[in-house]
């Protein structure tokens, strides 16, 4: 049975209640869920009713395929002026001795240890320390360009941009203008958390708030530039806050259309000031991204981030919204396996992750930050021959 027919099976059910009936004729008609209905959702969406009109909402948009790019990480820091009761990953200043410090070139020789890889994509993202300020960043920035310009950077989180722009006294718009001469071309979506101020001030108290993380995507999206958002999910919000969250997602995407991916992201507990806080289960990681998928109709792709969660809920994400699995990225990363993470040393090869889509009975695309195809791994098998071939291709093209 196809996702159409699913959804119509549904639809006849009458032991569904009026309220859930109503959501799915809404999602057959590709009409909007209101904010009570998203709270309906999480509050009495089953896992397997979810899955139904999650993937009825996939497959429209994208049928089989599922994408993922070939990237690496770079953390210049894990020292941080902000103490966010999640985070694993910082140490605050006063704890120096367990931290480390990159300096420009460690990360312009981090970028070099790449050269030969087909990577498309670097993604930098750490701690906020005074000595990263904006002249640094728009040197990185500037200098990786220089040195392989087709290596697409996307870069720093309102987090950091809201503490340098402060501190260098530009404004916002100002500041992304100057951040996209110097080469940045996209905006991770981290730093977002949760959004409500009941939330967020206990849990990332003094960062940039909602309103100021909203501001600086809407300048960037302004320069016609495009960005991610993520949700950390599963601590101590209730489920209004998770729509309020993607609610004033929706409405400013319907505004600038300049988010790309919605990434939501399952707190870990482990080794930080939140950890007598349990953690979600699989069963609520589904229903989230289903829910994500079902809320959030105007943001084209809903990532699963494999290396946060186990590569088997990654595959059951499939079945459930996702349409992105992230990237190949290697073990420079740190911040979720000091949270807890499944994946302790994250990485996998391009044959792996096409292999875990395809298990699955996706069709698994490589595609760049964009979501420009650059491979189409739906006939691929991957003999040594092949595998040389697609290592070798978009090296060709730098
Ligand atoms: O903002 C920190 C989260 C985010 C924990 O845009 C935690 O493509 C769970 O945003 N448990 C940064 N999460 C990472 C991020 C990201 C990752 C992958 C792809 C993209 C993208 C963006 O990590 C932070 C915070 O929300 N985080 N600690 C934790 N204990
Ligand atoms: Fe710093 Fe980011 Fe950790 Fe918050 S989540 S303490 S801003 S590194």
Redesign the pocket.
């Known amino acids: 049975m196809g996702s159409d027919d699913k959804l119509k099976w549904l639809i006849a059910d009458e032991t569904l209640g009026p309220e859930l009936r109503s959501i799915a004729v809404k999602v057959s008609r590709g009409e909007r869920i209101s904010f009570a209905e998203g709270v309906t959702l999480f509050e009495k969406g089953e896992l397997g009713y979810l899955g139904v009109l999650a993937n009825y909402i996939r497959e429209k948009k994208h049928g089989n395929v599922t994408y993922f790019n070939r990237n690496f990480h770079i953390e210049p820091t894990n020292l941080c002026v902000y103490d966010?009761k999640?985070?694993?990953?910082s140490r605050l200043i006063k704890e120096r001795d367990q931290g480390w410090e990159a300096t420009m070139d460690d990360m312009l020789n981090t970028v070099s240890k790449y050269d030969q890889e087909p990577v498309t994509e670097v993604?930098i993202?750490g701690g906020v320390l005074p000595q990263y300020n904006m002249a640094f960043y728009m040197e990185l920035f500037s200098k990786i360009k220089q040195h392989r310009p087709n290596l697409h950077i996307?870069a720093l989180?309102p987090?950091e941009y809201h503490y340098i722009f402060k501190k260098a006294k530009v404004d916002y718009a100002m500041g992304m203008q100057m951040m996209k001469e110097a080469g940045l071309e996209?905006?991770?979506?981290?730093?977002?958390?949760i959004f409500h101020p009941e939330i967020r001030e206990q849990i990332a108290k003094d960062k940039c708030n909602a309103e100021q993380w909203l501001q600086i995507h809407e300048e960037w999206h302004k320069l016609g530039m495009h960005?991610?958002?993520?949700?950390?999910y599963g601590?101590i919000e209730k489920f209004w806050h998770r729509v309020d969250h993607m609610e004033r997602l929706r409405q400013l995407q319907d505004k600038t259309g300049g988010f790309q991916?919605f990434?939501p992201?399952?707190?870990?507990?482990?080794d930080?000031q939140?950890s007598h806080v349990p953690e979600s289960s699989v069963v609520e990681d589904l229903r989230n991204y289903a829910i994500s998928r079902i809320y959030l109709d105007n943001f084209p792709h809903i990532?699963a981030?494999w290396?946060?969660i186990s590569r088997d809920t990654a595959q059951l994400s499939l079945g459930f919204g996702v349409d992105d699995i992230?990237?190949t990225l290697d073990d420079t990363?740190k911040?979720?396996s000091?949270?807890?993470?499944e994946e302790k040393n994250p990485g996998m090869t391009t044959q792996q992750l096409v292999e875990l889509i395809k298990a699955v009975g996706r069709h698994p695309v490589e595609r760049d930050t964009l979501y420009h195809v650059i491979t189409d791994f739906k006939e691929v098998e991957f003999t040594d021959e092949k595998k040389q071939i697609y290592y070798q291709l978009p090296v060709l093209n730098q």
């Open positions: 966010c999640f985070c694993s990953y993604h993202v996307k989180t987090v996209s905006m991770p979506g981290g730093g977002a958390e960005s991610n958002a993520t949700m950390l601590h991916t990434i992201l399952k707190f870990r507990n482990q930080n939140m990532k981030y290396a946060m992230d990237g990363t911040i979720y000091m949270a807890g993470a």
